[in-house]
């Protein structure tokens, strides 16, 4: 199995400044089609998760351009430009290029 | 508006049987991939198993030859059997659309809680 490990578990960010979160894959996750199966969920308190960006570094409909994905083979980054307080939640990043598919343990995103 | 809405969650003994739905509206589900999710309290997200278009299937170990996934194009329905359950398949299971590689619409969930 692919393991997804994620990078920090914990962030504490000040509103209004950038946050970073790293995944790193066990293994590349470009799949024989050439695409990279990496995408960024957010899950709000209570909610479910939602989709915020896929294959790497494509922003789903509806998600604020302050959110970007980024990286390429192992390691990817999602980066928020500007904390707002709406962003609190946890952040998980998912590999679909290979069964099983698998999460990382999430990156829990609150203001200091 | 894309809609996913499970049912069928509860509290079952251990070794008992429960079946998921996973009503869809918004889109057309024959064309769609579905898969299930699971997260148990507290923790993160655990896929359970995903279905094709055409009815093609695959599940995480943990859960072979226990769980059975179907989908009924004529109701717009996706399914999950959970045959023997076990104290640890207790979660809030989620359904998901998938496109190509990614899940771009989760429901709500349900919570399954396996105790005597």
């Known amino acids: 199995d692919i393991v997804v490990t994620q990078t920090p578990l914990s962030s504490p960010v000040t509103l209004g400044q950038p946050a970073s979160i790293s995944c790193r894959s066990s293994?590349?996750?470009?799949?024989?089609?050439?695409?990279?199966?990496l995408s960024w969920l957010q899950q709000r308190p209570g909610q479910p998760p939602r989709l915020l960006i896929y294959?790497?570094?494509n922003r789903f409909s509806g998600v604020p351009d302050r959110f970007s994905g980024s990286g390429a083979g192992t390691d990817f980054t999602l980066k928020i430009s500007r904390v707002e307080a709406e962003d609190v939640g946890v952040y998980y990043c998912?590999?679909?290029?290979?069964?099983?598919?698998?999460f990382g343990q999430g990156t829990k995103l609150e203001i200091k | 508006e894309v809609q996913l809405l499970e049912s069928g969650g509860g509290l079952v003994q251990p070794g008992g049987s429960l079946r998921l739905s996973c009503a869809a509206s918004?889109?057309?589900?024959?064309?769609?991939?579905m898969s299930w999710v699971r997260q148990t309290p507290g923790k993160g997200l655990e896929w359970v198993s995903f279905?094709?278009?055409?009815?093609?299937?695959y599940y995480a170990d943990s859960v072979k030859g226990r769980f059975t996934i179907s989908r009924d194009n004529s109701k717009n329905t996706l399914y999950l059997q959970m045959n023997s359950l076990r104290a640890e398949d207790t979660a809030a299971y989620y359904c998901?659309?998938?496109?190509?590689?990614?899940?771009?619409?989760w429901g709500q969930g349900t919570l399954v809680t396996v105790s005597s």
């Open positions: 998901a659309k998938q496109v190509l590689g990614y899940f771009d619409y």
């Open positions: 294959k790497i570094s």
């Open positions: 293994q590349s996750l470009v799949h024989s089609d050439g695409n990279t199966y």
């Open positions: 279905i094709d278009s055409r009815g093609g299937t």
């Open positions: 998912m590999q679909a290029t290979q069964f099983p598919y698998t």
């Open positions: 918004g889109f057309t589900f024959s064309s769609y991939a």
